[in-house]
């Protein structure tokens, strides 16, 4: 876990001279992407699509909300996966385009196979930071920690990088890396400007 705060404060020192070009950031956004998750131990990945919004309700605070809805076919039977999450956040801004930012979650997990179903809610926490070094390029780096009432917990790094082709809209990619499973996305962002 060290490794992985390291590695979360060495961009952040290394990137900050970068980002005083860039207007500032905006924490109100819609996001629309497809994700597909690696477990360990298990031969097929799970796919589907993941929707989250982010709302400034004042300065430097926000709202946020996501769902994921993934499935995966082994040995011929589905197997259905839905995430959500709910919480708030605040943002600390270092530059005029670069912010730290904390957040807290509420966090909720339903699992459908045949058979049987398991259903689990717990908390998140998460700091991370975001900056555009142009315009048109942002950078995130984040270190979150989730913990289930019944499925333990896991401490994982996401990283993300955003073209703006024009002010409010973007493509994406991002990656979350944890001790069990790695997650990947690729999609979409409408941005209300600052």
Request: net charge negative.
């Amino acid at each position: 876990m060290r490794s992985k705060i390291a590695v979360v404060l060495a961009a952040a020192a290394a990137l900050s001279p970068c980002f005083a070009q860039a207007d500032g950031l905006s924490y109100s956004y819609l996001d629309l992407a497809y994700v597909n998750t690696d477990i360990d131990g298990v031969d097929e990945d799970l796919d589907g699509f993941g929707l989250r919004g982010s709302l400034e309700v004042a300065d430097n605070i926000f709202l946020f909300a996501g769902y994921a809805d993934q499935s995966a076919s082994v040995f011929g039977s589905d197997i259905d996966y839905q995430a959500y999450d709910i919480g708030g956040g605040y943002a600390w801004s270092f530059a005029p385009a670069a912010d730290v930012y904390g957040r807290i979650a509420y966090v909720k997990a339903e699992l459908d196979f045949p058979g049987g179903d398991v259903d689990d809610d717990g908390y998140s926490l998460g700091v991370g930071m975001r900056g555009r070094g142009a315009q048109q390029f942002e950078l995130e780096g984040a270190l979150n920690y989730v913990d289930f009432s019944d499925g333990g917990d896991d401490t994982s790094l996401g990283l993300g990088a955003r073209w703006y082709f024009t002010d409010q809209l973007a493509l994406g990619v991002e990656g979350e890396f944890g001790d069990d499973a790695d997650t990947y996305g690729i999609g979409g962002r409408w941005t209300v400007a600052p």
